[in-house]
C-alpha cells in the first residue's frame, strides 16, 4: 500500500541554523513527490515537488529536496532558517494516473527560536 | 486572480445532521480535489471533481457526497454526521483532472465540529 512516513513530529531549530526534515514513503512505481507548508490561518502551499530527472530539487523560499530511491526518501532541506519559516510541513506522494490524489504524511511541526 | 475560498470558515453540528461546505475554485482551475484534515494528521484525499464529475475517490463512504457547478465551484455534503467527522475540510483547486502539474491550491478550511 502506498504511505508516506514522517518520522519527527516535532522539529525546533535555532534561527540561521540548517535543517533538514526527513520523509520516507512507500509506492510501487516512480513516485510523484512533494512538500506541502502549512501556516496558521493559510492553506497548505507547495513548497517543491519530484516527478522525474535531476534528483535534486529546487523549491520555493529556499527550499531543495533530494530524492533517493534506493532510500525510499525525500527529505526536505534548507541552509539557513528564518523566524518566518515555522509552520507545519507535509511530505505527500502522489498517484501517477491522477496527480492531484495525494498521500500525506502526518507532518512535522517547525518551531524556530531566535 | 483570485484564489481558493471556502465557506463557512468554521460551524459546528450535532450527529446525525448534515453540513454542505462550499468551495469556490482558483480562476482558470477546473478541478477541486476535497481533503479532510482531522486534528494532528495529514490531508486525507475524499474525492475530486472534474468537468463536473466525479474524478476519484478516496476511503470514504457515501454519506460523503459531492457537486461541481458550471463555474467550477464545489460543495461538500455530509450526512448523517459522527463525531469523527470533526475535521478541517480543504478544497483545492488545479488544472486538468490530476493528469498535469500536480500542484494544488489549497484554500484556508472549514473547520467543522461535531458534537
Known sequence: ?114 | ETGVTQSPTHLIKTRGQQVTLRCSSQSGHNTVSWYQQALGQGPQFIFQYYREEENGRGNFPPRFSGLQFPNYSSELNVNALELDDSALYLCASSWGGGANTGELFFGEGSRLTVL
Not at chain 1, 519527527?8 to 540548517?18: L, R
Not at chain 1, 505527500?92 to 531566535?114: C, E, H, M, S, W
Open chain 1, 1 to 114: 500500500a502506498q504511505s508516506v512516513t514522517q518520522p519527527d513530529i516535532h522539529i525546533t531549530v535555532s534561527e540561521g541554523a540548517s535543517l533538514e526534515l526527513r520523509c520516507n514513503y512507500s509506492y510501487g512505481a516512480t513516485p510523484y513527490l512533494f512538500w506541502y507548508v502549512q501556516s496558521p490561518g493559510q492553506g497548505l502551499q507547495l513548497l517543491l515537488k519530484y516527478f522525474s530527472g535531476d534528483t535534486l530539487v529546487q523549491g520555493i523560499k529556499g527550499f531543495e529536496a533530494e530524492f533517493k530511491r534506493s532510500q525510499s526518501s525525500f527529505n526536505l532541506r534548507k541552509p539557513s532558517v528564518h523566524w518566518s519559516d515555522a509552520a507545519e510541513y507535509f511530505c505527500a506522494v502522489g498517484a501517477t494516473y491522477n496527480t492531484d490524489k495525494l498521500i500525506f504524511g502526518t507532518g512535522t511541526r517547525l518551531q524556530v527560536f531566535p
